[in-house]
């Protein structure tokens, strides 16, 4: 018996410790409503909210617990009655109770609900009673159909806000490839060096633009160059070129007349 005290006695004090918490959050939560509601945004309403469920479902994990014992077992008897006023009850009761009298006793050790709530119930059942069993199932259907036509509209705002989202954040551009052009364009970085093989063969990695030309006039077929006796090609300057017969020169048959430009057109 002692044990089955003690065990009511702590599981009574994690109540009362949860209750309290809640009856803190509910008249903060009222004290919003009714003082502030003028700067009062929904996230903060929703906050309020999340902490009330929270503390409301620790209290059933509270009773719900093996080591809580049945309170519906337990019976409460008043075991003084007096109508003068008890600073006592009015102490636990925070002001809400001066006296514990006759008047009072009824409501505040009631295990069942108010006679209006009771009364209100009874009629609920008594119209449920009355309902044919195909009248029932209509009004079940009728209710099931209303509740898939909300849950599809909210899906449908869901699937279209998340792809409004989607459209938004999609980005239109590979950023490594962008920067790998950026770079390329600026500072040449990432091309190669090597040229297609060309008549006179692939350029090495260490050749020269030049030495890749000289290779490809490599290739070229050498053909004299003949020219009519006593005939002299001149440079622009008047500079003599190199006589006909030798090797190497370019052959042709085309008589050239190059008028030395010894005047300068723009000559003082």
């Not at 008897?77 to 006592?88: A, G, Q, V």
């Not at 009004?139 to 792809?163: A, F, G």
């Not at 040449?188 to 297609?196: A, D, F, Q």
Request: glycine share 8%; net charge neutral; with cysteine.
């Amino acid at each position: 018996m002692q044990r089955e005290e003690k065990q009511l006695e702590s599981s009574l004090d994690s109540l009362i410790a949860q209750v309290s918490d809640l009856k803190n959050s509910l008249g903060g939560f009222i004290y919003k409503l009714e003082n502030e509601y003028d700067r009062l945004t929904w996230p903060s309403v929703l906050d309020s909210f999340a902490l009330l469920s929270g503390q409301l479902n620790t209290l059933n994990k509270v009773l719900k617990n093996e080591k809580t014992p049945l309170l519906k077992n337990q019976v409460i008897i008043p075991l003084l009655l007096s109508p003068d006023r008890d600073e006592e009850v009015m102490r636990l009761t925070e002001g809400r109770v001066p006296v514990f009298s006759h008047e009072v006793v009824p409501d505040h050790l009631r295990t069942k609900p108010d006679p209006e709530v009771e009364e209100l119930e009874k009629q609920l059942v008594a119209d449920a009673s009355r309902l044919t069993p195909e009248v029932a199932q209509k009004q079940v259907q009728t209710m099931n159909k209303l509740c898939n036509n909300l849950l599809e509209k909210i899906l449908k705002e869901e699937r279209e806000s998340d792809v409004g989202n989607l459209r938004q954040n999609k980005s239109t551009y590979n950023p490594t490839d962008t920067n790998a052009l950026v770079v390329a364009v600026a500072f040449g970085k990432g091309l190669s060096n090597r040229r297609p093989p060309g008549p006179g063969g692939p350029m090495g990695p260490g050749q020269s633009a030049a030495g890749g030309m000289l290779q490809g006039a490599a290739g070229m077929q050498q053909v004299p160059m003949t020219l009519q006796p006593n005939q002299q090609q001149h440079m622009p300057g008047g500079v003599p070129m190199a006589q006909t017969g030798q090797p190497g020169k370019m052959p042709s048959n085309i008589k050239t007349n190059i008028k030395s430009a010894s005047m300068h057109p723009y000559q003082r």
